[in-house]
Each structure stands twice: as structure tokens, then as C-alpha cells.
């Protein structure tokens, strides 16, 4: 029943996966062996964080820009839109504080630039820092 469930889940990934021209990034071993796509590819599971990110980057030759670090919604990979601090959505004890904010098309969550931003480009630029950029 449990592997059931599992191939149900594969199947659904992988076709939306197609119908949004993606690939999947597992650590799965049963989902890379499954064979259902070959949109589907294995990150070391063993690796950490940091090394799987080169992996990615390096395999699929992705040019990293950091101009675009964060470009995209951590939540749903919406777009983002520029909203005023007025906003019904960002938190009054944050306006007083930041001046530019944005919202995800998507799913509607605000992002600023705080400390969090802050040390998650540093961090990003550190983790590819030995990459060509």
C-alpha cells in the first residue's frame, strides 16, 4: 500500500513536471530509479547543502547571477511584485523599518530586505564563491 502511495506521488510529480517544462532534483533513490521520467535527477544525498547546490550548478551549467539571488518566492517560486509599505500584507513594525517591499504574485508573501536576505545572499555567494560567476 505504502509503495502505492509512493508511485501515485511519483507519477503526480513528474507530470507536472512536464507540463511545466521542469526537472526534478531528488535525493530519492527510489523515485530516481523508478524510471518514469528522465526529467528526474539524483543529488547526493550524503553531500551537504552547500555541495549539492554546486552539484546542481555545475551539471546543469546554470550562470549564476547574484543580482537574482532571491528573485523568486522560497514558498511557491511565484513572481514577485514592488508594493508599498502601506500594504495591508507587511507588518507595521517593519515599515517603520524598511523602506522597499514585495509580495509574491502567488501565494501572497511578503519579503523585504532585512538581516534574513542579508545573510542568505552572503551565504548563497559564499556556498558558489569557487564557481565561476
Excluded at 22 to 49: A, N, P, Q, W, Y
Excluded at 57 to 75: L, M, P
Excluded at 86 to 97: I, Q
Aim: glycine content about 6%.
Amino acid at each position: 500500500r505504502r509503495h502505492h502511495a509512493r508511485q501515485l506521488l511519483y507519477r503526480r510529480l513528474v507530470e507536472v513536471s512536464e507540463a511545466e517544462d521542469r526537472v526534478i532534483l531528488t535525493s530519492d533513490e527510489h523515485l530516481f530509479r523508478s524510471r518514469l521520467s528522465t526529467r528526474v535527477f539524483l543529488v547526493g544525498k550524503s553531500l551537504g547543502k552547500q555541495r549539492q547546490l554546486v552539484e546542481v550548478v555545475r551539471g546543469f551549467r546554470i550562470e549564476v547571477d547574484q543580482a537574482r539571488f532571491f528573485s523568486r518566492c522560497t514558498k511557491c517560486n511565484g513572481d514577485f511584485q514592488r508594493i508599498d509599505k502601506t500594504h495591508r500584507g507587511v507588518p507595521a513594525r517593519l515599515a517603520d523599518v524598511h523602506e522597499a517591499f514585495w509580495i509574491c504574485k502567488s501565494c501572497s508573501k511578503v519579503y523585504w530586505e532585512g538581516s534574513t536576505f542579508k545573510s542568505g545572499c552572503e551565504h548563497l555567494a559564499k556556498s558558489l564563491s569557487h564557481l565561476k560567476m
